[in-house]
C-alpha cells in the first residue's frame, strides 16, 4: 500500500508539537499523571460575549454555506482592527478569512511559491513554517538566531541570507516558540533590506499579537512603501482563546487575495459560518477579557522563569511575547540516569515524559537542536507541579 501513496507526503513531517501531546495522552489513558506543557493553547475559556454572539447566529439560522473569503462584516471588522491595534488602512477585498491561521499560511505559501524558490526562515520557527515550504517545492533557507540576542536577526544576517532565488521571507512576532518580540527599530532596519530586494515578500505572522509582556505590537506592515509585498496572518486562537473555533486571516494586496481565494475555493470553500458571526464579535467588541488573559500569562511567565533559574546548566531568555519558555538544554547531552542518556533534544523531550511525566516539544522541531519548548499556558499550580519533577528529573543525570 505504501508504494501507492503520494511522493508528496515524503517531503514533510508530521508536527512534532501534536506528536508529543499525542504521547502525552497515551501515558495519561494508562493512569499516569501527565502535564502537558507541549501544546500552544490557552488554558481559558473564549469570552461570554463571543460566545453570545454565536448562540445569537445560531437561532438566527446562519447555517449555511458562506462566501469563500468570509462574511463582508467580518472582513470589515478585521478591517477596523487593523486600524484601530495597528493604524493599518485596508479594505474588505484584501481580507481573506480562513479555517485556521494555518490555512492562512497554507494558502499564501502554495500562491507564491514553487520549486526552486528560497523562503528565508530565521530560527527557531513553528514547525508547521517549513513543512508548508517544503509542500509547495521551496526551499528552507534558516538564519540561525542566537539565546544571546533574544532570537532576533538583524539587518546584516538577514541580507548575507538573500540570493537571486529568494522569493519570501517567513517570520512571526512575538514568535512561538521563543517568545522574541520585534520592536519598530529593528524591524525599521530588516525593512531597509527589503527595499534593495523589490522581488522578496514578506509574510507575517502575528497571530500572539495580543500576548505582549514589552509593549505595543508592532507590525512590519507599518512601513507603507513595503505594503504591497507584505502578507499579514492573524487569528483568533490565542488573543481570544478561539482555538477550536477555527478561524484566520490574512490581510494582503488583491492580486495575493485573490490567489488564496482561489485555493481556498477548492480545498475547504468558506470557513464555519457561527464561528465567523462570533468572530465579529471578538474582533469588534471588549478586549477586556484578552487583556486579563495576557496579564495572567504574564504571572505565569515570571514565576515559569524563576522556577527554571533554579535548575542548574539549563540557559534561558525572558520571553517577551506568547507563552512559551526555549531554554537551552545542552547542558544535559551525553548525560546518563543509568538507563537513558541523553544526546539530543528528543532524547531530552522524551526523558522529562517518561520520567517526569511533563510533556514539551524537542527543538529540532523549530530549527534549534540545542533547545525545547515548554508552554506556559497552564495553571501555577501545574506549572509549580511541573519543573519541580523536571529539576527532580534532571538531577537524575550525571
Known amino acids: ?86 493604524n493599518l488602512d485596508y479594505k474588505p477585498e484584501n481580507i481573506v478569512v480562513s479555517t485556521g491561521a494555518k490555512q492562512s499560511l497554507a494558502n499564501t505559501i502554495l500562491a507564491l ?12 520557527y513553528w514547525v508547521t513554517y517549513s513543512e508548508l515550504v517544503k509542500i509547495a517545492g521551496g526551499k528552507v533557507v534558516e538564519i540561525r538566531s542566537k539565546t544571546e540576542d533574544k532570537f532576533k536577526i538583524n539587518a546584516a544576517q538577514l541580507e548575507a541570507a538573500i540570493t537571486s532565488n529568494t522569493k519570501m521571507f517567513l517570520f512571526s ?21 527589503f527595499r534593495k530586494h523589490p522581488n522578496i515578500y514578506i509574510l507575517s505572522d502575528e497571530i500572539y499579537e495580543y500576548i505582549n509582556f514589552v509593549g505595543t505590537h508592532e507590525s512590519i506592515a507599518q512601513f507603507h512603501d513595503l505594503k504591497d509585498r507584505i502578507i499579514i496572518v492573524n487569528g483568533l486562537s490565542k488573543g481570544f482563546a478561539m482555538t477550536g473555533w477555527r478561524l484566520g486571516y490574512i ?11 482561489k485555493l481556498q475555493g477548492q480545498f475547504t470553500s468558506g470557513t464555519c459560518s457561527i464561528t465567523q458571526k462570533a468572530a ?12 486579563e488573559m495576557t496579564e495572567e500569562f504574564g504571572r ?10 533554579n535548575i542548574p546548566g ?79 528529573a534532571l538531577a537524575k543525570l550525571k
Not at 454565536?54 to 462574511?71: E, L, Q, R
Not at 511559491?113 to 527557531?124: H, Q
Not at 465579529?280 to 487583556?291: F, R
Open 1 to 86: 500500500m505504501s508504494n501507492q501513496l503520494s511522493s508528496l507526503l515524503q517531503r514533510f513531517n508530521e508536527p512534532e508539537t501534536l506528536k508529543m501531546a499525542k504521547l502525552g495522552r497515551e501515558l495519561r489513558a494508562k493512569g499516569i499523571d501527565v502535564i502537558d506543557l507541549s501544546l500552544g493553547e490557552p488554558d481559558f475559556d473564549t469570552p461570554q460575549h463571543v460566545k453570545d454572539a454565536a448562540i445569537k447566529a445560531i437561532h438566527d439560522n446562519w447555517s449555511h454555506y458562506t462566501p469563500v473569503p468570509g462574511f463582508l462584516d467580518l472582513r470589515e471588522a478585521v478591517c477596523t482592527k487593523l486600524k484601530r491595534d495597528n
Open 113 to 124: 511559491i514553487e520549486a526552486g524558490d528560497e523562503v528565508i526562515i530565521p530560527t527557531p
Open 173 to 193: 512576532s512575538p514568535c512561538n516558540p521563543s517568545g522574541a518580540v520585534y520592536s519598530k527599530e529593528e524591524l525599521a532596519a530588516l525593512a531597509n533590506v
Open 251 to 261: 490581510a494582503a494586496n488583491t492580486e495575493i487575495a485573490k490567489a488564496c481565494e
Open 280 to 291: 465579529v464579535a471578538a474582533l469588534t467588541g471588549d478586549l477586556k477579557p484578552s487583556q
Open 300 to 309: 505565569r511567565r515570571i514565576k515559569t522563569i524563576e522556577l527554571v533559574r
Open 314 to 392: 539549563i540557559k534561558c531568555f525572558e520571553p517577551e511575547g506568547a507563552f512559551y519558555i526555549f531554554p537551552d538544554v545542552s547542558f544535559y547531552y551525553g548525560k546518563s540516569d543509568g538507563e537513558t542518556t541523553i544526546n539530543n533534544s528528543a532524547d531530552f523531550s522524551m526523558y522529562i515524559l517518561n520520567t517526569a511525566h511533563v510533556s514539551c516539544v524537542m527543538g529540532d522541531a523549530f530549527g534549534e537542536p540545542n533547545c525545547v519548548r515548554f508552554s506556559f499556558a497552564n495553571s501555577t499550580v501545574n506549572i509549580e507541579r511541573a519543573w519541580a519533577r523536571i529539576k527532580e
